[in-house]
């Protein structure tokens, strides 16, 4: 997360009175994260965290992405639940956003990804994908296609700013995809952002997934292969089999991919790839003055494009 609002001691205390919380002890803006803004806030009763929702987020999606936490949480996955206030709901209004108080989560998330912790969120994201198959609600993914296609268009006049000929690169790649991605792959609620800062680890077992505001109704081996994509390089950007392995493996040991899963695992990396790429090429040219947030390197994910545009079958993974 980041900080684009800021709210004034007046505000919280005015928001948070209308929770059964007792009063706010401490509150401390978050300076992870890229996309909504976030506060570390302590009660007289617990810590929290308070989320509001800032410009990739629609309101309207809101009911979904809160309904998912209780979910997967009444199923016993572990994430974050939205806190209700005294008359019952759980979405707020703060300083013109929509906002809300959700439970703090323990644990801490891996600043080196070992393969342990591949397999780890392997485990996490298939219990995900059980514990979401009875989920009633449905959103699309926003960052599909035609989300794609947005934002190649708005990013063409100055990606090459960023790497030579980029622009044309990117029209490239987004054609290919069009002509060959999967569309009978099966289905469900996916996470669709299950990177390192999303994963709480204690004691080397997962405590918990946060950050559930890209989750939408998707191929599950598109997450998979977001996974690929998030946990299974190394600072360089070089592809890790032994990471991939123990990353799949501890997937298929609850959640086997079909043989049409297994096949279309290069084409969704790509396409993985490509929307990181795509977003976090939008964010570095438009960066907002005064936020407290840390732009990603779009550079970063035209490196794993590239490699995954080489390979073939999963087996090139060493899967
Ligand atoms: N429920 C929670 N419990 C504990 N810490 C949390 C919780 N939610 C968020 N955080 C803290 O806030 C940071 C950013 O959160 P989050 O990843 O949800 O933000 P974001 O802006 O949506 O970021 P991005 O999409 O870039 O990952 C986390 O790394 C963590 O430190
Ligand atoms: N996890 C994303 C940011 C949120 O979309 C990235 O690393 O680009």
Redesign the pocket.
Known sequence: ??VYTDVSDGELTRFVADYDLGAVLACKG?A?????S?Y?IQTERASF?L?LYEKRVKEADLPFFLGLMEHLAARGFSC?TPIKARDGGVLRRLCGRPAVL?????GL?PRTVEPFHCAGVGDALARFHLAGADFPMRRANDLSLPGWHRLVDATRARADEVAPGLARELATELAALEAAWPRDLPTGVCHA?L?P??V?FRDEAVS?V??F??ACTEALAYDLAICLNAWCFDDEARFNPVKATALVQAYQARRPLSEAERRALPILARGSALRFLLTRLYDWLNQQPGALVRP?DPREYLQKLRFHRTVRHAEDYGL
Request: proline share 3%.
């Open positions: 997360m980041a978050i992870e994260g890229v996309e909504n976030n570390l965290i989320t974050p959700i439970s703090f989560l323990e998330w952002d990177f800062d999303n709480f918990g946060i950050d505001y890209f990603k």
